[in-house]
């Protein structure tokens, strides 16, 4: 069998390429920084130098990658990933990204005869750490049957929402909740700190409320002390959110509680914040 095709090997993306390689899958890679891709090598990727070379070598490809922008570098053009995709490849694409921006490239890599799924997840390197990341995936239903298998490896859940691109879409509704839920919890910390009780006490007794899901239930401890490491910085959850600001306004949704959780992450840029976990909008 044909090794799997990684491009991205990221935070996210170099920890789905461990527990491909743990569950028996050869591996071929692709990391813009080969040094990101070295602790890969050793336990058993190949690295290759391009893209291409990734989907000359594999029947499967899969991406993820930072944004819309960092997509197109690596799937476009003469050394991309759809100028080496094979007739009869499956191409997955997992990042958070443009939904338009899926469909343009599924449309290319139909005319190559492959096919294309959208298949973001949603969690952390945390919950991907522990195997319980989930998958939600737009495109044809027996592509994703095709994959199903690699995806398990990854995580347990995986749900078909429909035709490419709405994956994508869906992705962007989800994580707008995050920044959302997030600055709520803060605004609970800070009025109950406030009033007299110990931070560390309130962010407990919230934790253990019937608010705390399972994505408070890691970062809500952060507004007691950062991470060394940021989950997912300030930049990263403004541009889902600038994406999901775009998507309401084509679609015309409104976005209040959106509009205002990215004004104040953009104000935790302005004072110098940028590098840590989005939870930082409580110290803003």
């Known amino acids: 069998m044909a090794p799997l095709g990684f491009v991205g090997l990221g935070a996210m993306g ?21 040094a990101k891709a070295q602790p890969l090598e050793a336990a058993g990727m190949r690295v290759v130098a391009s893209p291409r070379a990734v989907a000359e070598a594999s029947d499967v490809v899969f991406s993820m990658v930072a944004d819309t922008v960092a997509l197109r570098a690596v799937a476009l053009g003469d050394g991309g990933i759809l ?6 490849a499956v191409y997955v694409e997992m990042s958070t990204v443009s939904p338009a921006v899926i469909r343009e490239l599924g449309q290319l890599a139909a005319a190559r005869g492959a096919a294309m799924l959208d298949a973001p997840v949603s969690g952390s390197a945390i919950t991907l ?20 298998p690699y995806l398990s490896a990854i ?20 994580n707008l909740g995050l ?16 009033a007299g009780i110990t931070r560390e006490r309130a962010v407990e007794v919230l934790l253990k409320s019937v608010i705390a899901s399972p994505m408070l239930k890691y970062r809500g401890p952060f507004v007691l ?60």
């Open 14 to 34: 170099g920890r789905m390429v461990k527990r491909l390689l743990g569950a028996g899958y050869a591996v071929v890679g692709y990391n813009r920084t080969r």
């Open 83 to 88: 100028a080496g995709l094979k007739s009869g």
């Open 129 to 148: 750490e522990q195997g319980q990341l989930s998958f939600m995936v737009g495109g044809d239903p027996a592509a994703l049957e095709r994959v199903r």
């Open 155 to 174: 995580g347990p859940t995986i749900t078909h929402v429909g035709p490419l691109g709405l994956a994508a879409s869906m992705k962007i509704a989800t």
């Open 179 to 194: 920044a959302v839920q997030i600055l709520a919890f803060s605004e609970a910390v800070l009025l109950a700190e406030k």
């Open 225 to 284: 002390g950062m991470p060394e490491e940021a989950l997912f910085n300030v930049p990263m959850m403004q541009k889902d959110l600038q994406l999901a600001l775009e998507l309401g306004r084509e679609k015309g949704v409104p976005f209040p509680s959106v509009a205002l959780v990215n004004e104040l992450l953009t104000a935790a840029r302005g004072l110098g914040l940028a590098a840590y976990d989005f939870a930082v909008v409580f110290d803003v």
